[in-house]
Structure formats: C-alpha cells, structure tokens
C-alpha cells in the first residue's frame, strides 16, 4: 500500500486552489489520512517606506498586518473542504516567502505528499509555472502534486483514478525506480490500469526517412520495451500496458495521457542539482503539457 498518511495542502484561495482541494479530499478520504491546509501570508511590500520610517509609520505597518492576519485566518478556517474528518484537517497560517514556508512547513512533518495548483499566468502557462510551484518542486524531495489546468474544470471535478500513466526512464537509477514503484503502488491502491510510457527523442518522426528507417526503429524500440520490462519486473509490476513512441517526452507522454484517458501522470524529478537544478530535464514540460495532474516523485 502506497503510505500517503499526511498531506499537506498549501491555499491562495484562488479557484484553482479551491479546485485542487477537491482531489485532496478524495485522497484524504480514501486513505483515512490526516491534512494541513496551509495559508501563507506574504511580506508587505511597501517601497514607499526606507530606513527613515517614523515609530508611527511602524505601529501603521503593524496595525495593517494585524488586518490582513485576521482576514486571512477567518477565511482559512472558513475554507470547505469537504470530505475528511474535520478532527484531521490542520489549518496552519504562515507568513513569509510562500515557496520558502511551504518546503520549510513540509520538511518540518513527515508530510508524503504535497498538493498544489500551479498558477500560470494566462496564455503564458504553457511556458512557464507560477513561481511559487516551481521553487517548491525544486527544493523538495517530497512527492508533489500538481494540476496545471485545473482551473478549466468544474467546481467538482471528477477525482476517480482509474488510469495512470507512468514517464519512464530506462535505467535503473534508484530514482527511477522509486518513481516506477510510486505509480504502481498508487494504480493498485486505487485497482487503476496502468500504462508505463517512454520516449525515443531519436525516432521523432521525420517524414523524409520514416520509411527508411523501419528496421532501426523496430529494433530501438524492442531495446527499449526490453528495459522497461526490466524494470517494471524489479518492482514488482505486472499487468501493465506499455507505449514507446518517438519524439519529444513531453508530447510522447501528453499523447498517452489522452490515449489512455489518464487520471493521472506521474514523472520523476532529477536529483541534480546546480546552477539549472532539479527540472533541468523535462519534468517541467511533462508538467506545463499534461491534460490531467501530474505527481512528480
């Protein structure tokens, strides 16, 4: 059984916020586990002000931030979410760099899985994530669930899992592994099929030598549904479907995702870091371009 016991639930109170706290329900009712719904305040910015501010623009700046905490604790203890019991709901106020609070309050608890909507900017969000998801996706080690369009969807949207596809990475790094394990763990926990997907950038289609080169594509992809079984056979997967395609990951797994109506996409993330970081791969895209939520592990 996949041991999701703690969720932690970070709110802006945005419609996509509201959105993703469906699915959380879902999974908190489904595992009987306990959640931290998380607000955090930003600082005030207030450029007006220097290093010259009089002690009453001080008690100014106090008595605005006593406001803003009041305000955002009646709406966090007011925000619904409906399904776990109420005595495993936490709801915690912080203040700070969002993307800071939320990796120090996950780190601070044994926390299995963070939820959270990313906030991309209009026709911009197939370019880039909201700040604050990609910083806590990068400084993280905890699983993390993210839905780059779950604003599109209902108020109540559909939060059954009955497929999910799973980016697959043909070594046997233990990363790789981990991520393989999760998704099977996650599609057995919820008797979902699950269809394991790997891209050849190599065999991107090319229409001036497609037909050439179909005995070189028919062996690179033998090659690889030999590692992917492999692999699957080390965790323990049986049953699984499989699609190797060429072309870029993104669209590879994009495409299986509606192929297969996938409820959910699960990716690893790298573990190298430096000056590009953990999403230097494609983790990021898989992201921006999924249909459906992404968990990355």
């Not at 706290?21 to 005030?44: D, E, F, G, I, K």
């Not at 806590?136 to 999910?164: K, M």
């Not at 289609?205 to 692999?231: G, L």
Request: charged residues 20%; glycine residues 4%.
């Amino acid at each position: 059984m996949l041991p999701i016991s703690n969720i932690l639930l970070p709110t802006d109170f945005s419609a996509a916020s509201v959105t993703t706290a469906h699915y959380a329900a879902a999974l908190a009712r489904h595992y009987n586990c306990s959640m931290t719904l998380l607000h955090v305040m930003p600082p005030l910015n207030l450029p007006h002000l220097d290093a010259f501010a009089t002690a009453a623009c001080a008690a100014y700046i106090d008595e605005i931030l006593d406001v803003q905490r009041s305000a955002a604790r009646k709406r966090l203890d007011s925000f619904v979410i409906d399904g776990p019991d109420a005595s495993k709901v936490n709801r915690t106020l912080a203040e700070g760099d969002p993307a800071s609070e939320i990796v120090r309050i996950a780190h601070s608890k044994p926390f299995d899985l963070i939820m959270m909507a990313t906030k991309g900017c209009g026709l911009f969000r197939r370019l880039i994530l909201g700040s604050v998801t990609a910083k806590v996706l990068h400084d993280t080690h905890i699983p993390v669930w993210t839905g780059v369009h779950v604003e599109e969807t209902n108020a109540s949207p559909n939060t059954e899992i009955r497929s999910v596809v799973c980016a697959v990475a043909v070594n046997e790094e233990p990363q790789n592994l981990e991520t393989l394990c999760w998704a099977s763990n996650m599609a057995s926990e919820f008797k979902a099929r699950l269809v394991l997907v790997h891209a050849i950038p190599s065999l991107q289609f090319n229409p001036s030598t497609y037909y050439f080169d179909t005995e070189f594509r028919k062996v690179v992809v033998s090659q690889a549904k030999e590692q992917v079984t492999a692999m699957a056979q080390k965790c323990g997967v049986v049953n699984a479907g499989m699609d190797i395609d060429g072309g870029t990951v993104a669209d590879v797994v994009r495409s299986a995702a509606k192929t297969h109506n996938a409820d959910l996409v699960v990716v690893g993330r790298p573990t190298k870091t430096g000056i590009v970081g953990r999403l230097q791969t494609n983790t990021y895209s898989i992201i921006r371009e999924s249909p459906c939520p992404v968990v990355s592990v």
